[in-house]
């Protein structure tokens, strides 16, 4: 059975940093491209970080550059985003998703984690 879990978010002052941490089950995991997306409440699931199989290509939301960095570790199954200065706006429920992707002759549909809370606050 394909989980993603993820863990590290909590509360934290506007400027400060979390580091919020995506471990996966199944083998498929480092042919699967991995993504960070969140959810702030009354507002629709957005993007916030991609990353390829072999962590060679990132990309960021616009509101996210400069600040967050995504990085994964096909050795460990896990995926990481570090995330600095951040500001109230960032304050959502942070999602692990893996992409959609053929593994050993088996098909794995995207799957998500059941995300972790981040709040900005002082």
């Known amino acids: 059975q394909v989980q993603l879990v993820e863990s590290g978010g909590g509360l934290v002052e506007p400027g400060g940093s979390l580091t919020l941490s995506c471990a996966a089950s199944?083998?498929?995991?480092?042919?699967?491209?991995m993504g960070w997306y969140r959810q702030a409440p009354g507002k629709q699931r957005e993007l916030v970080a991609t990353?390829?199989?072999?962590?060679?290509?990132?990309n960021y939301a616009d509101s996210v550059k400069g600040r967050f960095t995504i990085a994964r570790d096909n050795a460990k199954n896990t995926v990481n985003l570090q995330m600095n200065s951040l500001k109230p706006e960032g304050t959502a429920v942070y999602y692990c998703?893996?992409?959609?992707?053929?593994?050993?002759?088996?098909?794995?549909?995207?799957?998500w984690g059941q995300g972790t809370q981040v709040t900005v606050s002082s």
């Open positions: 199944g083998s498929f995991f480092s042919v699967s491209a």
């Open positions: 998703k893996s992409s959609k992707t053929y593994y050993r002759g088996r098909y794995y549909p995207d799957y």
């Open positions: 990353i390829s199989t072999d962590g060679g290509t990132t």
